[in-house]
């Protein structure tokens, strides 16, 4: 959507969300710190009047992620991200989205920032 004249991007970086995903029973029962990163691509109203309404709301996205991905627990972070993916699907302002989904503190023998996925999907 880079071409288009009719589009923008809303950029999240860094949501952070204690939930309690993964594949060891530790990491279900003691729970964790993930963050999310997003690039939303959006159709750019004909008119920028300043009205809320015309536009997508950057909060109730952020709110319908918040639900989805602390509503139940995952094992796969390819599951979980592809769930919110899906859940996007209700605001037909986007048109793609890509997530950038980082388990910040995961349960292995090394030393990391983070480990992650990262998946689009076009609407």
């Known amino acids: 959507m880079n071409q288009d004249q009719n589009a923008y991007k809303i950029n999240v970086k860094g949501l952070r969300l204690y939930a309690y995903h993964g594949v ?3 990491e279900n029962k003691l729970g964790q710190e993930f ?3 997003l690039v939303l ?3 750019r109203p004909s008119t ?11 909060w109730d996205a952020m709110t319908t992620i918040k639900k989805v991905f602390t509503g139940k627990t995952f094992k796969l972070l390819e599951n979980a991200a ?16 890509e997530i950038n ?6 349960p292995i023998p090394v030393t990391v920032d983070f480990v992650g996925v990262i998946m689009e999907k076009s609407y």
Do not use: G, N, W
Request: charged residues 30%; glycine residues 0%.
């Open 24 to 26: 060891h029973p530790e």
């Open 35 to 37: 963050e999310i990163d």
């Open 41 to 43: 691509s959006v159709v």
């Open 48 to 58: 920028m009047d300043d009205r809320l309404d015309h536009v997508l709301s950057y």
């Open 82 to 97: 592809q769930t919110i993916l899906e859940s996007l699907s209700e605001y037909p302002q986007i048109k793609h989205a």
């Open 101 to 106: 989904l980082k388990k910040l503190t995961p």
